[in-house]
């Protein structure tokens, strides 16, 4: 927090003991959840400032309720209405090259939510089977539909000379995707 309103509360809960372990065992996230309430009839403000230098992205849950995010990207959630739940990736090599691990981790609820990300944000709409490819450190969010996968660089030159490293993630429509720098 940098500052908040006087009239505003702080709490912390785990949201239920299973929802602490996998935020905080699976999901790379915080075991406690920071609540500011307001117990006033007035409006009140709180100010959020990411962990690293970073630009805020809100999220609005009920247009991409089950979007999968990026670990350590999730900064803040409106309301309580929102959960953090686990996904396994699809194949050992994405596993163990596509950057997300074993878990992926997803968003659930109506809220707004918003999402940590460094450099510049990149936004863009996949059409059915449309592929893009990132460095794995770069995918920020997708939306549920759009399907990760990996791929090779290419020869050894690549991998060592070019610093493009052995795999890429591809990404594949349809969907939404968030990539940030």
């Known amino acids: 927090m940098a500052y908040m309103s006087p009239g505003l509360f702080a709490d912390v809960d785990v949201g239920g003991c299973e929802q602490g372990c996998k935020r905080c065992c699976c999901a790379g996230e915080n075991l406690f959840r920071l609540h500011f309430l307001n117990e006033t009839e007035d409006s ?9 230098p970073a630009k ?23 309301g309580s209405d929102w959960s953090v739940d686990i996904k396994r990736v699809r194949s050992v090599g994405t596993c163990c090259c596509g950057g997300q691990g074993l878990f992926m981790n997803t968003l659930h609820g109506s809220g707004m939510i918003f999402l940590q990300a460094g450099g510049t944000v990149m936004r863009k ?26 791929r090779k660089t290419g020869g050894c030159l690549v991998c060592c000379c070019g610093g493009m490293g052995l795999f890429n993630a591809v990404l594949t429509g349809p969907g939404f995707v968030m990539i940030h720098s």
């Open 44 to 52: 009140q403000q709180v100010g959020l400032t990411p962990t690293f």
């Open 56 to 78: 805020i992205v809100p999220i609005d849950l009920a247009t991409y309720n089950g979007m999968v995010f990026n670990r350590g990207a999730f900064l803040a959630a409106m």
């Open 125 to 150: 709409e996949l059409e059915d089977g449309e592929e893009l490819v990132v460095e794995q450190g770069a995918v920020l969010a997708f939306e549920r539909s759009v399907d990760l996968d990996i």
